[in-house]
């Protein structure tokens, strides 16, 4: 079954939850604790670390936690930041996707998987296919018929080349057999512009964009890419739903320290982050950036980003992408 990442349906905020109970505090060192993000202020990604940072020092004995924004080439140079600091669990990357991405999608990346550690996933959020009321399409189905009966005719945009809407609309055609245009953009802000405009036909955008898309009625929402459907568009059925058995896309956002931070480091870690995302503020703090908590574990998000690099390192190069 090819998706971009499994998660095992466990009772993990149950877990979670217990653990919170008797937390140990994370180590006795007087530097503060840095959690890099591979974006600007702002996004998901972002929003994470800075929950963390809020939450953490409860267990911390009053060491401080910081957020440091280090964008640049995909989330490479953040990636690099952890890569070069000490394996001591004092520095973190606050990830996404991107991370599993750009081992295949860059020449050279800067790291590989195993310069990290994983800690734990803390949520996942999926992307939904809009198109103009132009169009006619009112389903998936509409979309692929059109596709196939006239193929490259349809252009689809996405957030740029690698982005995982991008990976995500690949993954549909793929498995549809069919064969479309994609248009990349810098930034949600040109795309949203020419698709509200019908300059554009299609796009795959983020649920939370889709969701406010399908408020106001300008853009009709054909499927989502998620294993469920999401909560804010109740009737608007997955792609697995509409058809394509065992399809699923969907963006992860976690936690990586230093390979060779100490086990003992990574477990205390591991316990305060599942510890945070089992509570219901961070649950509707998080479902605001367009969010859903999923959280797992060391081991299981160890095999998911594994999984997740396969699946993208396949779909990169089915479409020949490759970036300097």
């Not at 008797?22 to 202020?41: G, T």
């Not at 070069?84 to 996707?97: E, R």
């Not at 689809?156 to 990349?184: C, D, F, W």
């Not at 503020?281 to 299981?300: E, F, N, V, W």
Request: proline letters at 6%; a positive charge.
């Amino acid at each position: 079954m090819r998706q971009a990442y499994s998660i095992r349906r466990r009772t993990m905020l149950l877990a979670a939850a217990s653990a919170a109970c008797a937390l140990p505090a994370l180590s006795q060192s007087s530097k503060a604790l840095r959690l890099v993000v591979p974006y600007p202020p702002g996004g998901a990604v972002d929003a994470v670390a800075r929950l963390l940072a809020e939450r953490l020092p409860a267990s911390l004995n009053g060491r401080p936690v910081v957020v440091e924004n280090r964008p640049g080439a995909g989330g490479n140079i953040a990636a690099m930041v952890v890569t070069q600091s000490a394996a001591d669990g004092d520095t973190l990357l606050i990830t996404a996707n991107n991370h599993t991405i750009n081992l295949s999608l860059y020449a050279k990346p800067g790291y590989v998987l195993d310069d990290f550690a994983p800690v734990a996933m803390f949520g996942t959020s999926g992307f939904a296919l809009v198109a103009h009321p132009k169009t006619g399409f009112k389903t998936l189905a509409d979309m692929l018929a059109a596709a196939k009966a006239n193929p490259n005719s349809l252009s689809y945009g996405s957030g740029g080349n690698g982005h995982p809407a991008h990976l995500a609309t690949e993954l549909l055609k793929s498995r549809a057999k069919v064969s479309m245009q994609h248009i990349p953009y810098k930034g949600s802000g040109p795309l949203t512009s020419d698709l509200v405009g019908g300059q554009l036909p299609i796009a795959m955008v983020s649920v939370l964009a889709a969701q406010s898309f399908a408020a106001s009625g300008q853009l009709v929402v054909l499927a989502v890419t998620g294993k469920q459907r999401w909560p804010g568009l109740p009737d608007v059925p997955t792609v697995e739903e509409s058809g394509f058995s065992g399809y699923e896309y969907s963006a992860w956002i976690g936690v990586l320290a230093r390979h060779g931070t100490p086990k003992t480091e990574v477990t205390t870690l591991e316990r305060q982050v599942l510890a945070i995302a089992a509570t219901e503020d961070s649950r509707s703090r998080m479902y605001k950036q367009g969010m859903l908590l999923t959280p797992m574990g060391s081991a299981d998000f160890k095999e998911a980003i594994a999984q997740d690099a396969v699946v993208n390192r396949d779909l990169i190069r089915s479409i020949g992408l490759k970036m300097d």
